[in-house]
């Protein structure tokens, strides 16, 4: 049973760009969670979706940056016109979540998004 | 709002010490509290699960603790190695569903 995959695991994005990190969560979760760690930071939520449901995203910046989990494929998040400030380590987690609140939470090794 | 902090910020000790850290949150209805390991560069390995009903988790030399009342967790590492030398977090979870982190402790295990 592979684990969280996150891809790529390294990005490079001139400013202005746009930013595409994938995640595709463990075989059976259902609930995929976005966090961000900026440097000399702590983690931050994002963004909280289920399959074709964003159920929370009151870490979203309100502009440029978006979250899908679409019924088939990755979750995808997406950054439009990156900035410096945007650069990053970006992270998923998923957690099987079937009614139950206590269920344990996986990370993804994360993709470091640069800006240049 | 759920705010989770982390004590001491950084931690050097020699090898073969025990140590203890410290994590405190301010909203005591949590489901769970979870403690990562993260490397240099990589991403966040789970080390122990905590649910709100339990005191405490063991595993291995790792050994967390949850008093929910007090709103504290301690991460206790028996006879530290240097492999151990990492970023250690915590993380509580409540009704919303998702983890807030402390800013995390860096400890440094010499030879």
């Known amino acids: 049973n592979a684990g969280v995959m996150q891809n790529p695991r390294h990005l490079v994005r001139r400013r202005g760009q746009e930013a595409r990190l994938r995640c595709s969560p463990m075989?059976?979760?259902?609930?995929v969670y976005w966090y961000r760690q900026l440097p000399e930071e702590g983690l931050k939520f994002m963004v909280y979706?289920?399959?074709?449901?964003?159920?929370?995203e009151s870490g979203m910046p309100k502009e440029r940056f978006s979250a899908e989990f679409p019924k088939e494929g990755p979750s995808i998040l997406r950054i439009q016109q990156v900035v410096r400030g945007d650069s990053a380590a970006y992270f998923c987690?998923?957690?099987?979540?079937?009614?139950?609140?206590?269920?344990?939470?996986?990370f993804g090794q994360g993709t470091r998004l640069t800006v240049v | 709002k759920q705010e989770v902090t982390q004590i001491p910020a950084a931690l050097s000790v020699p090898e073969g010490e025990n140590l203890v850290l410290n994590c405190s949150f301010t909203d005591s209805a949590i489901y769970n509290l979870q403690w990562f390991r993260q490397d240099p560069g990589k991403g966040l390995t789970s080390l122990l699960l905590i649910q709100s009903s339990q005191r405490e988790q063991t595993s291995g030399r790792l050994n967390a603790s949850l008093d929910k009342s007090s709103g504290r967790s301690t991460l206790y590492i028996a006879a530290s190695q240097p492999g151990d030398s990492a970023t250690y977090l915590c993380a509580a979870c409540g009704a919303t569903n998702k983890l807030i982190f402390g800013t995390g402790t860096l400890l440094a295990v010499q030879p």
């Open positions: 979706l289920q399959k074709e449901n964003i159920i929370d």
């Open positions: 987690a998923s957690s099987p979540q079937d009614g139950r609140m206590n269920t344990e939470a996986f």
């Open positions: 075989k059976g979760h259902s609930h």
